[in-house]
């Protein structure tokens, strides 16, 4: 069941004030959105240990930031 009215989260306890749902998505206190998809694919991400894997990860993180700065500009 998706929830597409806007909930926030901080009613639930103070750890998720700013926090919210809505149309299915989480919304972070600095309005980033997080899909299942998203979310699994971070955690997957911050599991990567070796270190061919850790130089990966840190141009994947860069990359990620830049894309960010792109889409706001």
């Given at each position: 069941?998706k929830i597409y009215s806007c909930r926030d989260l901080e009613s ?62």
């Amino acid at each position: 069941m998706k929830i597409y009215s806007c909930r926030d989260l901080e009613s639930l306890h103070d750890d998720w004030r700013g926090w919210k749902i809505k149309q299915g998505e989480l919304i972070t206190p600095n309005g980033w959105t997080l899909t299942p998809d998203r979310i699994i694919s971070g955690n997957a991400l911050l599991e990567i240990n070796a270190e061919d894997d850790r130089k990966a990860k840190a141009l994947i993180i860069r990359t990620a930031r830049m894309i960010q700065k792109l889409r706001f500009k």
